[in-house]
C-alpha cells in the first residue's frame, strides 16, 4: 500500500490541478483489508480529501451461521464489519452494497432481462445506478462535488453511510411506488414501517415534464426524519 502511494497514486494527484476527492470500489471479502490499510495511508498523507468508498459486502451475513464457528460465512461477516468501523474513520462516504442475494426481488422485473446469478449482469445493474447516482460529480459547472456530496448526506456530522437505491430501467410513473430498489439494505428492511430516512440526494435523467411531475408529487409523499431533499 505504501509503495502505491508513493509511486502511482502521487503521480496521479500531481497531474491534478485541483482533484475532487478518491471513488473507490472494492469487495470486502478479498480486498478489505488491504483497503484498510490503503484508506489509512491515504488519510494520512491526504487529509482533507473526500473518499468516497463502495464497499461489496460479502454472502456471510446471509446465510446462517449459528452452531458453525469455522465456517467461512463467520469469518466473512466478521470481515465485513471490521472494514464497515474502519470506514467510519477513513472515508468521508460509504455506500454498502449488499450481494445479490438479499436484493429485493421487485428489481428482477420483466423489462430486465438480468440473471441474478450471473456476476457481470450484477455488477451492470449496480454500474449504471452508480453512474447515475456521481453524474453531477462530472458535469461542467455544477455545483456538487464529492465533498459536498458527502456533507449532504452526512449533514449531522456522524452518519457516514448511505443507500443506493434506483429503478433500472425506468419504464413509467408507476415505477416509483413498484420498483424503486434498495440494493444496500437487507430485503426485510425494505418494507419495514420503522425503516426511515434522514436525507435524499436525487438524481433523475430523461424524464419529460410529466413524469417530472409526477416524480415531484411522490418525491412530495416520501417521509424524512427532520431532513432534506437534494437534487
Known amino acids: 500500500d505504501h509503495a502505491v502511494t508513493d509511486g502511482s497514486l502521487r503521480s496521479f494527484f500531481e497531474e491534478c490541478d485541483s482533484p475532487q476527492g478518491l471513488h473507490i470500489m472494492n469487495d470486502t471479502s478479498t480486498f478489505g483489508g488491504f483497503m484498510n490499510s490503503f484508506l489509512t495511508v491515504i488519510r494520512d498523507q491526504y487529509t482533507k480529501l473526500p473518499c468516497l468508498v463502495v464497499p461489496f459486502l460479502s454472502t456471510g451475513i446471509t446465510r446462517q ?17 471490521l472494514y464497515l468501523r ?21 428489481l428482477w422485473s420483466k423489462w430486465l432481462c438480468a440473471q441474478p446469478e450471473n456476476i457481470y449482469h450484477n455488477s451492470a445493474i449496480v454500474s449504471a ?10 458535469l461542467r459547472g455544477s455545483q456538487i462535488d464529492l465533498s459536498s456530496l458527502s456533507s449532504k448526506l452526512n449533514w449531522r456530522g456522524n452518519t457516514p453511510f448511505s443507500e443506493l437505491s434506483g429503478i433500472f430501467p425506468f419504464k413509467s410513473a408507476a415505477d416509483f411506488d413498484t420498483r424503486l430498489a434498495n440494493l444496500s439494505a437487507f430485503s426485510i428492511l425494505n418494507n419495514s414501517p420503522e425503516y426511515s430516512q434522514l436525507t435524499r440526494f436525487e438524481v433523475s435523467r430523461g424524464f419529460t415534464p410529466s413524469i417530472k411531475s409526477a416524480y415531484d408529487d411522490w418525491s412530495s409523499r416520501q417521509s424524512l426524519d427532520g431532513a432534506f431533499v437534494s437534487r
Not at 65 to 81: H, P, R
Not at 86 to 106: D, G, H, R
Open 86 to 106: 474502519s470506514l467510519n474513520e477513513t472515508a468521508s462516504m460509504s455506500i454498502p452494497i449488499q450481494p445479490t442475494i438479499s436484493w429485493p426481488s421487485k
Open 65 to 81: 451461521l449459528e452452531g458453525d464457528k469455522n465456517s467461512a460465512g463467520i469469518k466473512n461477516v466478521i470481515n465485513d464489519a
Open 129 to 138: 445506478m452508480l453512474e447515475s447516482v456521481t453524474v453531477p460529480l462530472r
